[in-house]
């Protein structure tokens, strides 16, 4: 045994000195790609000559902002007599003229009525049966005028709201006529060119999100698990020109439920990008490393805690 041992340590001296061997962190990975989150091919939702292009390729814009404009002449002339006919809806919801004229015309009647009343009390069949039906007729009449004058002005009052919604969707008319951005982004292509005719769905622009992206990678299923990774931050590394890098920080937001072979399972983090002489660092396309920091040392004295 010990001239085996003996040879042994002279064959390793002999050999010189050997490699450390060294266990790779599973939540370190190279060669992860780097992916757009968000892009859009914004469209025309509206068929008319394409009037006012005011996006270029390469600028930056804000969700919401006019890119494009549909000729939509004929649209603010229909939203401009919408305005004037809610206008005069609302004129005739509050004139209760004629509820307030019928009501004085009642009361009259009714008064005439009871005068009439009392005359015959005093002085029987000084005004005949006739006359009194008559003055009866008109008290009626007058309650009638004003329960219809009332019923007009509530009518009044719902035309407000049919003159709102025709208001209403003349602006949407308007509004799909114009063009907006549906994201904070850059416009990356233009389809179209002004005077140019579009029909509904028809692409204009191309955009795409730069100021949040995706790395993706895939995990050994064997060394780490996906309750160890869900939800955990991350650094990014890129190479830029000139031998130069940078971290990015981000998040772990997917976990895929599926392994695929290898074993493997893939994870997506989303990163926040930043800009350098008005140009995004970060871009589709790269290739990047990503650490995730699965071991963090709260989580490990929990998990020691309870091991107790």
């Excluded at 859009?40 to 404009?69: F, H, T, W, Y």
């Excluded at 005439?112 to 009343?117: C, D, F, V, W």
Aim: hydrophobic share 40%; aromatic share 4%.
């Amino acid at each position: 045994m010990q001239l085996t041992t003996i040879a042994l340590t002279a064959a390793l001296a002999l050999a010189g000195p050997q490699p450390e061997f060294s266990i790779q962190d599973p939540g370190v990975v190279d060669g992860c790609l780097v992916t757009l989150i968000d892009e859009a091919e914004v469209p025309a939702q509206e068929a008319g000559v394409l009037i006012e292009l005011n996006a270029s390729e390469g600028q930056q814009v804000a969700k919401g902002d006019l890119l494009a404009r549909i000729d939509d002449r004929q649209s603010q002339k229909l939203e401009e007599i919408a305005k004037y006919k809610l206008d005069v809806a609302h004129q005739e919801a509050g004139n209760d003229v004629n509820v307030r004229y019928a009501t004085k015309t009642w009361e009259v009647a009714k008064a005439e009525y009871q005068q009439a009343l009392e005359t015959n009390k005093k002085h029987a069949n000084t005004i005949p049966a006739i006359e009194l039906r008559r003055y009866a007729l008109k008290v009626d009449e007058a309650a009638l005028q004003t329960e219809q004058a009332e019923h007009d002005l509530k009518i009044a009052a719902v035309s407000v709201s049919v003159r709102q919604g025709e208001l209403d969707a003349a602006k949407l008319d308007v509004e799909r006529r114009q063009i907006t951005a549906p994201l904070d982004g850059i416009v990356v292509k233009r389809h179209l060119h002004d005077g140019e005719w579009v029909r509904p769905g028809d692409p204009v622009l191309h955009m795409v999100r730069m100021d949040r992206l995706r790395i993706e990678a895939f995990l050994d299923a064997t060394q780490i698990s996906p309750g160890e990774v869900a939800g955990k931050p991350v650094t990014v590394t890129v190479s830029l020109a000139h031998g130069r890098t940078e971290p990015f920080p981000g998040k772990v937001v997917f976990v895929s439920p599926s392994v695929e072979a290898g074993p493997r399972f893939l994870v997506k983090a989303e990163v926040i990008n930043r800009k350098e002489n008005d140009h995004w660092l970060l871009r589709p396309g790269q290739n990047a490393r990503m650490a995730i920091q699965w071991r963090q040392s709260g989580n490990l004295l929990g998990r020691s805690e309870t091991q107790r």
